[in-house]
Protein backbone atom coordinates (compact mmCIF):
# COMPACT_ATOMS: atom_id res chain seq x y z
CA UNK A 1 0.00 0.00 0.00
CA UNK A 2 1.71 3.08 -0.97
CA UNK A 3 -0.28 5.66 0.83
CA UNK A 4 -1.26 4.16 4.39
CA UNK A 5 -3.04 6.12 7.33
CA UNK A 6 -0.24 6.92 9.39
CA UNK A 7 -1.48 9.00 12.05
CA UNK A 8 -5.51 10.02 14.03
CA UNK A 9 -5.98 13.23 15.45
CA UNK A 10 -8.58 13.91 17.75
CA UNK A 11 -9.33 17.63 17.94
CA UNK A 12 -11.32 18.41 20.87
CA UNK A 13 -13.37 21.21 22.50
CA UNK A 14 -12.12 19.78 26.13
CA UNK A 15 -8.83 17.96 25.47
CA UNK A 16 -8.58 17.07 29.52
CA UNK A 17 -11.88 15.88 29.75
CA UNK A 18 -11.12 13.46 26.21
CA UNK A 19 -7.41 12.47 27.82
CA UNK A 20 -8.63 10.98 30.89
CA UNK A 21 -11.44 9.06 28.99
CA UNK A 22 -9.44 8.00 26.65
CA UNK A 23 -6.74 6.63 29.26
CA UNK A 24 -9.21 4.96 30.81
CA UNK A 25 -10.54 3.09 28.43
CA UNK A 26 -7.80 2.13 26.40
CA UNK A 27 -4.24 1.34 27.04
CA UNK A 28 -2.77 4.35 25.55
CA UNK A 29 -0.16 6.40 26.53
CA UNK A 30 -0.91 10.30 26.21
CA UNK A 31 1.78 12.22 26.70
CA UNK A 32 2.08 16.17 26.78
CA UNK A 33 4.19 17.86 24.09
CA UNK A 34 5.01 21.56 22.99
CA UNK A 35 2.37 23.64 21.73
CA UNK A 36 -0.34 22.23 23.39
CA UNK A 37 -0.27 18.91 21.54
CA UNK A 38 -0.81 15.53 23.02
CA UNK A 39 0.82 12.07 21.13
CA UNK A 40 -1.24 8.92 21.40
CA UNK A 41 1.33 5.84 21.59
CA UNK A 42 -1.10 2.73 21.42
CA UNK A 43 2.02 0.21 20.89
CA UNK A 44 1.40 -1.44 17.70
CA UNK A 45 -0.48 0.05 15.16
CA UNK A 46 -1.31 3.82 13.71
CA UNK A 47 -0.90 6.46 17.08
CA UNK A 48 -2.11 9.68 17.02
CA UNK A 49 -2.36 12.84 19.04
CA UNK A 50 -4.86 15.34 20.85
CA UNK A 51 -5.37 19.41 20.69
CA UNK A 52 -7.94 21.64 21.30
CA UNK A 53 -10.07 22.23 18.90
CA UNK A 54 -8.49 25.35 16.49
CA UNK A 55 -11.91 26.36 15.89
CA UNK A 56 -13.68 27.20 18.19
CA UNK A 57 -17.84 25.88 18.71
CA UNK A 58 -17.39 23.48 16.36
CA UNK A 59 -17.58 19.75 17.42
CA UNK A 60 -15.16 17.74 18.60
CA UNK A 61 -13.63 14.85 15.58
CA UNK A 62 -11.51 12.90 14.43
CA UNK A 63 -9.42 13.10 11.89
CA UNK A 64 -6.88 10.99 9.98
CA UNK A 65 -3.91 11.31 8.08
CA UNK A 66 -2.16 9.61 5.13
CA UNK A 67 1.42 9.21 4.25
CA UNK A 68 2.61 11.18 0.91
CA UNK A 69 5.55 11.97 -0.18
CA UNK A 70 4.55 15.39 -1.12
CA UNK A 71 1.94 17.44 0.32
CA UNK A 72 1.97 20.39 -2.00
CA UNK A 73 1.42 18.30 -5.15
CA UNK A 74 -0.87 16.14 -3.40
CA UNK A 75 -2.97 19.07 -2.49
CA UNK A 76 -2.38 20.52 -6.43
CA UNK A 77 -3.92 16.78 -7.32
CA UNK A 78 -6.73 16.71 -5.11
CA UNK A 79 -8.23 20.50 -6.26
CA UNK A 80 -7.85 18.60 -9.89
CA UNK A 81 -9.66 16.20 -9.00
CA UNK A 82 -12.37 18.53 -7.35
CA UNK A 83 -11.21 18.67 -3.70
CA UNK A 84 -10.00 21.89 -1.98
CA UNK A 85 -7.52 22.71 0.39
CA UNK A 86 -8.82 23.98 4.14
CA UNK A 87 -4.87 23.98 5.50
CA UNK A 88 -1.89 25.09 3.28
CA UNK A 89 0.99 22.68 3.48
CA UNK A 90 2.57 23.66 7.56
CA UNK A 91 6.06 22.53 8.07
CA UNK A 92 5.59 20.52 12.17
CA UNK A 93 9.64 21.71 13.05
CA UNK A 94 11.60 18.41 12.76
CA UNK A 95 9.14 15.98 11.53
CA UNK A 96 7.38 16.61 8.46
CA UNK A 97 4.73 18.52 7.19
CA UNK A 98 0.55 18.06 6.83
CA UNK A 99 -2.28 19.63 4.96
CA UNK A 100 -5.88 19.32 5.06
CA UNK A 101 -8.03 18.62 2.50
CA UNK A 102 -12.10 18.43 1.73
CA UNK A 103 -13.22 15.83 -0.96
CA UNK A 104 -15.90 16.31 -3.46
CA UNK A 105 -18.66 14.47 -0.79
CA UNK A 106 -17.50 17.25 2.18
CA UNK A 107 -14.99 14.90 3.86
CA UNK A 108 -11.64 15.83 5.13
CA UNK A 109 -8.78 14.29 5.01
CA UNK A 110 -5.06 15.05 6.40
CA UNK A 111 -1.88 14.75 4.36
CA UNK A 112 1.43 13.73 6.09
CA UNK A 113 5.02 13.73 4.30
CA UNK A 114 7.48 12.49 7.26
CA UNK A 115 10.96 14.83 7.22
CA UNK A 116 13.38 12.64 5.24
CA UNK A 117 16.62 12.00 8.15
CA UNK A 118 20.07 11.85 6.95
Known sequence: MSNPFVHVELQTQDPAKAKKFYKGLFDWEINDMPMDYSLIEVGEGT??????????????????????????????????????VVKDKTEVPGMGWF????????????????????
Open 99 to 118: GVIVDPTGAALGLWQAKMHK
Open 47 to 84: GGGMMKNPVPGTPSTWRAYVLVADVAASMKRAKELGGT
